[in-house]
Nanobody, 112 residues
Framework: QVQLVESGGGLVQAGGSLRLSCSAS??????MGWYRQPPGKQRELVAV???????NYADSVKGRFAISRDNAKNTVYLQMNSLKPEDTAVYYC????????WGQGTQVTVSS
């Protein structure tokens, strides 16, 4: 059983930055990443990183967000820069094991 715990969300003004962290129980060998769910919308992929460091981003966050992982700490990070009001969402960490594991979510609110 994999447990994921996110931290780092909050309220920030447009143009600001936040760093999300997701700590996992146990060693993780597969891809990890972040989804987000804006108010009234479906959950969407933000970024994913493989165990060997390959990354992929949603077009809407390319050049502003950076995903990284520390395998020794079983932790994945999402550095979010140049935040926009449309980035407002609940952000969920996930791990793709034999099934998909999800964190509890952390709220990110960007004010204009």
């Amino acid at each position: 059983q994999v447990q994921l715990v996110e931290s780092g969300g909050g309220l920030v003004q447009a143009g600001g930055s936040l760093r999300l962290s997701c700590s996992a129980s146990g060693r993780l060998f597969n891809a990890m990443g972040w989804y987000r769910q804006p108010p009234g919308k479906q959950r969407e992929l933000v970024a994913v990183i493989t165990n060997d460091g390959r990354t992929n981003y949603a077009d809407s966050v390319k050049g502003r967000f950076a995903i990284s992982r520390d395998n020794a700490k079983n932790t994945v990070y999402l550095q979010m820069n140049s935040l926009k009001p449309e980035d407002t969402a609940v952000y969920y960490c996930y791990y793709q094991g034999t099934r998909t594991y999800w964190g509890q979510g952390t709220q990110v609110t960007v004010s204009s």
